[in-house]
């Protein structure tokens, strides 16, 4: 005789985050609720212990040690081609499960059919609001990004992108859903397929939200509980590769979903903000206003010198 399915698959992709493993899966377990869940942990080659710790300490949970890092995308995959809940979730490592959010989330689900995926209040670490969801990144939103419009409170479209001026207090549809906390039907994966793999570490969920919302799926937000989300501290530093991959994957999500003009549009913004950024901190660096000034040219300058040839 079969098993019932689960009630709710987690996905929890690890790489060498041991000690913030340890704590989203002890949250997970404790505020299952009246849920089946099933856990799956697809370690991406970690260093510093993460998959003997999860087999020792979570043997309930379902483990994939990979001997590489496959990247964000193709680790989820790997868990969807185990999962067996009627619904999945994307959770990140670095976050904590608080009170009943999860069971909330799957009820939400239930109770709107058209909605496919949704994603709920995140926290920063000192419980502050932190503003997850947003528009897709078209060439509109990445030049009132790159242009720091956005920071504006008036007129207030101009923060539409990132969605400002809304303190994620209300129900909303959106186009994007962060992947730190993403739940979505079993449905929504079998007629969409999974994340696309050609996006290693930047634009897998939104390529996917997009994806859904063109199936015929509403995308929400719902404050029907919370998560903490602590984020990487290295995120808020100068990192070439990162930013490397981050404005590749932009340009390749325009074009994806908006065809050769629109990819075109998008590289040039891009080009266009790294190249400005080069020759700001440039200047500031040959006036002598401070040693840092010469590394964000620098910086900056290798963004910019990476988009050649991806237009």
């Not at 790489?15 to 991406?44: C, K, Y």
């Not at 483990?63 to 590489?68: G, P, V």
């Not at 609001?129 to 419009?149: E, I, K, R, V, Y």
């Not at 590289?267 to 266009?272: A, E, K, S, Y």
Request: aromatic content about 10%; charged content about 20%.
């Amino acid at each position: 005789m079969t098993a019932p399915a689960p009630d709710l698959s987690i996905v929890i992709v690890n790489w060498n985050t041991v000690q913030m493993l340890r704590e989203v899966l002890e949250s997970v377990f404790a505020h299952a609720g009246p849920l089946a869940l099933q856990v799956i942990v697809i370690d991406n080659a970690s260093e510093d212990g993460s998959a003997d710790m999860v087999a020792a300490e979570f043997p309930q949970a379902d483990l994939i040690r990979n001997t590489e890092n496959r990247g964000f995308a193709a680790a989820n995959n790997q868990g969807f081609e185990i999962a067996r809940g009627r619904h999945i979730l994307l959770l990140n490592s670095d976050t904590l499960v608080l009170g009943g959010v999860l069971a909330a989330s799957v009820a939400w689900l239930e109770a709107h059919p058209r909605a496919g995926a949704m994603g709920c209040r995140v926290l920063n670490t000192d419980r502050t609001m932190q503003p997850t969801c947003s528009m897709f990144p078209g060439p509109l939103n990445l030049a009132l990004l790159g242009s720091g419009l956005w920071k504006l409170r008036w007129p207030a479209w101009l923060g539409r992108y990132r969605m400002t001026g809304w303190n994620r207090d209300s129900f909303r549809q959106v186009e994007v859903i962060s992947g730190c906390y993403l739940m979505l039907r079993r449905e929504v994966l079998d007629q969409v397929g999974p994340l696309d793999e050609d996006f290693f570490f930047f634009g897998e969920e939104t390529d996917w939200c997009q994806r859904m919302r063109d199936a015929g799926w509403e995308l929400w937000f719902a404050p029907v509980g919370e998560i903490i989300h602590h984020g990487s501290v290295s995120a808020k530093k100068l990192n070439h590769r990162r930013d490397v991959m981050l404005t590749g994957a932009l340009v390749r999500l325009n074009g994806k979903h908006g065809g050769p003009l629109r990819r075109a549009l998008a590289w040039t913004i891009l080009f266009g903000f790294n190249l400005s950024r080069a020759a700001f901190w440039g200047l500031r660096a040959a006036l002598g206003r401070r040693p840092a000034d010469a590394d964000r040219a620098r910086h900056f300058r290798q963004v910019s010198a990476s988009l050649i040839g991806r237009g």
